[in-house]
């Protein structure tokens, strides 16, 4: 008769001699029977324990993995852009120099020719440096992404006396940004203050960056009074509101109280 636990068993039994007289009393006794080792409860707490680090170690190795890789393509990343910037951009520059120079000492008719060579040199410069800074991945923060657009307002809208000034709201300078976003970003207020220089009668400039749980967000505005063609020429804006979905984001441009541009996408 098989007793509750699944371990052991107890038998009942009786005796008889030869003349076939049996005991009065039944005889009972119990067998306990020992599962092996691999199935005893401390045999699957190993399991456990080694399922537990197998799993641990392989998430580790993916992870350094990913990170080598990551520091590979780092390094990859400066170095192109080190290159670019030393090669291509001494190339350059040297062009834009020396037509510019040769435009002295020409005829006339000659130098509207070698100043328009000058200045697609400056501007293949100028496009150029904005690879080579989206590129390098020691730039992959906000605080290099700020910079760099402070440099390019600075730069342009002095040229018509326009103020400006940057507001930052819960944004961490040291934080991580993709490269992808930093570029699209950047190219996005590019175009954004060349619509204020081209189409506006602005006299000011508010640019606003700030994130959110799980969202960046960027606000520019301007004082300029309400213009219908006050749009982005060419693909301009086309290409704004692709850079932003491209990010996963929305870009929107309305008229209150000035032009102002918003731009949003999620921080992963």
């Given at each position: ?90 190339i350059l520059s040297g062009l834009a120099m020396k037509s510019e120079l040769m435009s002295y000492t020409v005829p006339e008719a000659e130098q509207a020719g070698l100043a328009e060579i000058s200045n697609m040199s400056k501007d293949a410069m100028e496009r150029m440096r904005d690879t080579v800074w989206a590129i390098d991945s020691r730039k992959d923060n906000y ?126």
């Amino acid at each position: 008769e098989p007793s509750s636990a699944h371990d052991s068993c107890t038998f009942l039994g009786e005796a008889a001699n030869s003349a076939s007289s049996w005991t009065p009393n039944s005889v009972s006794f119990r067998v306990i029977i020992h599962p092996p080792w691999w199935q005893t409860w401390w045999a699957y707490l190993l399991y456990v324990l080694l399922a537990a680090a197998a799993i641990y170690g392989w998430v580790k190795y993916q992870v350094y993995r990913k990170t080598l890789l990551l520091k590979k393509n780092e390094r990859l990343r400066t170095k192109i852009s080190s290159d670019l910037h030393d090669e291509v951009g001494t190339i350059l520059s040297g062009l834009a120099m020396k037509s510019e120079l040769m435009s002295y000492t020409v005829p006339e008719a000659e130098q509207a020719g070698l100043a328009e060579i000058s200045n697609m040199s400056k501007d293949a410069m100028e496009r150029m440096r904005d690879t080579v800074w989206a590129i390098d991945s020691r730039k992959d923060n906000y605080e290099n992404l700020i910079d760099r657009m402070r440099e390019f307002a600075t730069q342009n809208l002095s040229l018509k006396n326009i103020q400006h000034k940057f507001i930052t709201e819960n944004l961490n300078p040291e934080a991580f940004i993709s490269p992808e976003k930093r570029q699209n970003t950047y190219l996005i207020f590019k175009e954004a203050i060349t619509n204020v220089l081209k189409h506006s009668d602005a006299n000011n400039v508010e640019v606003k960056l700030a994130t959110t749980a799980n969202r960046f967000m960027l606000v520019l505005r301007d004082n300029g009074s309400h213009k219908a063609n006050y749009t982005s020429s060419g693909q301009g804006t086309s290409n704004m509101k692709m850079r932003a979905e491209g990010m996963g984001g929305t870009l929107y441009t309305i008229y209150e109280g000035g032009f102002v541009l918003n731009l949003e996408f999620p921080l992963k």
